[in-house]
């Protein structure tokens, strides 16, 4: 069945940097952009970076613009957030989110990873 | 604040009918198909329509529909199972980024 697992959260200070990544799995990864969306503790939902099918083009939102950088090795079937000059309020569970190439709403979601920025 | 906006709360009882509103502008809702996603408990999001499309395994009491800039969730006969907060997506493209609504939590009584 369809699947993605992240992995990579933790604690780290302020300032830091951390790598998650996602481990896709039945189905062709290489044929579907991917996303990562986030959600602050007791806060809702806020779409975080999104990449093309083939890794040609990559979307930000604009609070993450310049410290946090999406990529994907569609070899591996992998996705991954590079998140770097980490602040407070990056503090959230990650999620790794399939996107059908094209289509403006998500599919399938990961079961997220927490990254906590604490000192 | 939010992009898209969506109502705090609902409430219904069981085998009642509830309709979740999401209203945005010209940019997003009224240029795209809006996604609707389900949180149970903090749980990861799971995904519950596609415009007016049911992904495979969600049950036909949700249907989903669109009027100009107001996307609607429609849950027929609601089950205790369906209590969760639910999250309206779509992409804007004056933006040039996916934007959510800020959800709606429903009880079921």
């Known amino acids: 069945q369809v699947q993605l697992v992240e992995s990579g959260g933790g604690v780290v200070q302020p300032g830091g940097s951390l790598r998650l990544s996602c481990a896709a799995s039945?189905?062709?990864?290489?044929?579907?952009?991917m996303h990562w969306i986030r959600q602050a503790p007791g806060k809702g939902l806020e779409w975080v970076a999104y990449?093309?099918?083939?890794?040609?083009?990559?979307y930000y939102a604009d609070s993450v613009k310049g410290r946090l950088t999406v990529s994907r090795d569609n070899s591996k079937n992998t996705l991954y957030l590079q998140l770097s000059s980490l602040r407070g309020d990056d503090t959230a569970v990650y999620y790794c989110?399939?996107?059908?190439?094209?289509?403006?709403?998500?599919?399938?979601w990961g079961q997220g990873t927490l990254v906590t920025v604490s000192s | 604040q939010s992009a898209l906006t969506q109502e705090a709360s609902v409430s219904g009882t069981v085998g009642q009918k509830v309709t979740l509103s999401c209203s945005g502008n010209?940019?997003?809702?009224?240029?795209?198909?809006v996604g609707w996603y389900q949180q149970i408990s903090h749980g990861a999001p799971k995904t519950v329509m596609f415009?007016?499309s049911l992904p495979s395994g969600i049950p036909d009491r949700f249907s989903g529909s669109k009027s100009g800039t107001t996307a609607s969730l429609t849950i027929s006969g609601l089950q205790p199972e369906d209590e969760a907060d639910y999250y309206c997506?779509?992409?804007?493209?004056?933006?040039?980024?996916?934007?959510f609504g800020g959800g709606t939590k429903l009880t079921v009584l």
């Open positions: 415009g007016d």
């Open positions: 039945g189905f062709t990864f290489s044929g579907y952009g």
């Open positions: 997506s779509t992409w804007d493209y004056s933006l040039n980024v996916w934007v």
């Open positions: 989110v399939q996107g059908p190439r094209g289509k403006s709403w998500f599919s399938i």
């Open positions: 010209n940019s997003n809702i009224g240029a795209y198909a």
């Open positions: 990449i093309w099918y083939d890794g040609t083009n990559q």
